[in-house]
């Protein structure tokens, strides 16, 4: 499956912004997805993920009650709805697919697209 992550762009604090995830190439049903984000001189870290039909999600603390993963498989897309932007929430945010159950370890997925970039200013 290729992935190609959208969205991104400069914002200021307690503004939101929505990221888009188009999944192209096998059946993107079978996927469980997820959303990573990697800040300047900071490791990869787990934003959020859901589950094949959508019904399941997991976020990290840091995001829970302000970011949205959702999915719609019609389309092959995955969304994450970022609200109450943080300056420490700037970072590149890639999507990845994993063939198989929800997840948050980033191990695990086998497939990543390239990032697009959230700027969050103060």
């Known amino acids: 499956v290729q992935l190609q992550a959208s969205g991104g762009g400069l914002v200021q604090a307690g503004d939101s912004l929505r990221l888009s995830c188009a999944a192209s190439?096998?059946?993107?049903?079978?996927?469980?997805m997820g959303w990573f984000r990697q800040a300047p001189g900071k490791e990869r870290e787990f934003v959020a993920s859901?589950?094949?039909?959508?019904?399941?999600?997991y976020y990290a603390d840091s995001v829970k009650g302000r970011f949205t993963i959702s999915r719609d498989n019609a389309k092959n897309m995955v969304y994450l709805q970022m609200n109450s932007l943080k300056p420490e929430d700037t970072a590149v945010y890639s999507c990845?697919?994993?063939?198989?159950?929800?997840?948050?370890?980033?191990?695990?997925?086998?497939?990543w697209g390239q990032g697009t970039l959230v700027t969050v200013s103060s």
């Open positions: 990845a697919a994993r063939d198989g159950s929800i997840t948050t370890l980033m191990v695990n997925y086998h497939y």
């Open positions: 190439g096998r059946t993107f049903s079978s996927y469980a």
């Open positions: 859901i589950n094949r039909s959508g019904a399941y999600t």
